[in-house]
Structure formats: C-alpha cells, structure tokens
C-alpha cells in the first residue's frame, strides 16, 4: 500500500518536509512533528504554527508560549522512505507582516529539544 505524501514548502518554493497523515518528516525521512488539525508541532511538542492551505508551516510572528502537547500516539515510525523529489510549488500568497514562514525564520525548530521541557536532572 503506497502511502499518500503531501510535501511542504519553503516560501522560496524549495520542499522541505512532507506531510505523512498527520505526521510531518523532513527530507531525510526523520519523523519531526506532527499536526493536530492544522496546528503543528515539534516531537516534543512545542508549538511551532499552523499548515497553510497552500502547504506552507506559517506562524503569526508574535506569539504567545503555549503549554507542551502530548506526542501522538501510537507513535509513528521515527524515519520514512521519501521520494526523490516533488512536484514544483504553488504559487503562494504573499505573507503579511504579522506572519513568518516557519522554515524560513527558524528552519532548525525542529532540530532542539524544546526550552519547555523539563530537564531530566530535576526528576
């Protein structure tokens, strides 16, 4: 059974992850976030914005701190086969001030470990 990918875009118009059900993988194939509607967040849990309809990871650019969310679960498998490549990009709407390209302002969000998350010296 094939599965379905829908590739996420940079404004720029570069693929930059893809979009698995509800679990998001970058490039490489490793699990990076998933979504809850169209919020999105990192495996930690971390807030990180929202998916637009034109398959972009968005965010307002000031931005209250939200609690960390639970990971899914089941947990989806840490790393995917992803195709060599993917179709060109639509055209996108230009962002308005109060909004950022997630990808383009902060591309390494879901590379940390979050700042919320607690320390595992204070367990």
Do not use: C
Not at 17 to 40: F, Q
Not at 72 to 101: C, G, H, K, Q
């Amino acid at each position: 059974m094939a599965k379905h990918f829908i590739p996420i875009y940079r404004s720029d118009g570069e693929w930059v992850a893809l979009l698995v059900g509800h679990y998001l993988y970058n490039r490489s194939g490793e699990w990076i976030g998933w979504l809850e509607g169209r919020d999105v967040y990192t495996r930690d849990g971390e807030y990180v914005g929202y998916i637009s309809n034109d398959q972009r990871v968005l965010r307002k650019r000031v931005r209250e701190q939200q609690p960390l969310h639970n990971p899914p679960s089941p947990l989806p498998p840490t790393r995917i086969r992803v195709p060599p490549s993917a179709p060109l990009a639509p055209l996108f709407a230009e962002l308005r001030w109060e909004t950022v390209d997630v990808f383009e302002e902060d591309p390494r969000v879901f590379d940390f470990v979050s700042e919320l998350k607690p320390d595992w010296e204070g367990r």
